[in-house]
């Protein structure tokens, strides 16, 4: 099966994420479907975005990037790619004119959308003021957005927690501020600070301001399959989805194709090849984008999350770890999805298990 393909095809249903009133619109910004890629530090690069957007995400998120970093720095601080359109540039910061500086900055490289950040939990973010930190001060965060969507044409949103903790949860009340602000969306990550990424994301909340507002609300949290997007918007009556973790390894989640189906029907896990694909097609655009090395260096975690689940993936990826020159990256990925198809009949699982443990037998996986 080909990598478009994206699973078994069933022409005879049509799932509501293809239904035009699923489709949204963020500000004059138009998304042909509600799946969205989240903002990782450290992860979302352009060829992760490339990645996902080429399997059917509608708009793909930056990693956060510091508004005061991005002043000093200027545009060598971002680049957005001709062919990664739809964007979306999370920025993070405490200070209003600094971040509408960096923001109009944004717009003017060439984002189709802006986020400011008002969920990281991370100390390193919050011990600035920023963050989920913003969520504290809710006339600062009024402030802000006065000012950012004063400077910004683009679609301006928000993302942003529960709130701090289990006493100041206050989500609603900041999507309501960030409606009369003139906000286009609010992502809405129900957690509070405190619980971090720890414990079930609380998707009645997401409900909640929904309710609340009348601007396009986007649910994340807890979404790692096509059936749990459909079910968030079943639930909570969110406009759309944002996907983080759940695209690690898995860029699938958002072919369109997935959602064809209806909740009694299963959706196939990605063939063998289809992971060996991506695998390289990853690494082709790493390459083009950080050079040989550095690609060689980058994938070797995206290949922990492709390979997730499959025989003998512990030992296939200590294998790669002392793997440092890309020809020997590349055959060592073909010997290992060989072997697992059960095409090289010259080793037992056994021996490769053995070989790959103990660094032994450089022929081969």
Known sequence: ????????????????????????????????????????????????????????????????????GLLRK???????????????????????????????????IGADAIDINMGCPATQVIETGAG???MRFPEKVKKILVRVRKEVKK????KIRSGWDREHMNAVEISKMAGDCGVDAIFVHPRTQVQGFRGQA?????????????????????????????????????????IGRG?????WIFCPEHYDFSEERSVDFPSLEERQRAIEDHFLLLQ???GAKGAVQKIRRHIAWYSRGLPFSASFRLKLSGLKEKEALLGAITSYFDFVEGRDSCQSLTSMESRSVIGRGGGGF
């Open 1 to 68: 099966m080909r990598i478009a393909e994206c699973g078994v095809r069933n022409k005879n249903r049509k799932s509501e994420f293809r239904n035009p009133k699923f489709d949204m619109k963020l500000g004059s910004l138009q998304l042909n479907r509600p799946l969205i890629l989240a903002p990782m530090a450290g992860i979302s690069d352009y060829p992760f975005r490339r990645m996902a957007l080429e399997k059917g995400c509608s708009l793909a998120f930056t990693g956060m990037v510091s508004a005061e």
């Open 74 to 108: 200027g545009e060598s601080f971002l680049k957005i790619e001709k062919d990664e359109h739809p964007a979306s540039v999370q920025l993070f910061g405490s200070a209003p004119e600094v971040l509408a500086e960096a923001a109009a900055m944004v717009e003017e």
């Open 132 to 134: 989920v930190d913003l």
């Open 155 to 158: 679609a301006l949103t928000i």
């Open 202 to 242: 609380d998707w009645n909340l997401i409900r909640e301001v929904k309710r609340a507002v009348n601007i396009p609300v986007v649910g994340n949290g807890d979404v790692t399959t096509p059936s749990l997007a459909k079910r968030m918007v079943e639930e909570t009556g969110c406009d759309g989805v944002m």
């Open 247 to 251: 695209a690690l390894g898995n860029p």
């Open 288 to 290: 083009s984008y950080y």
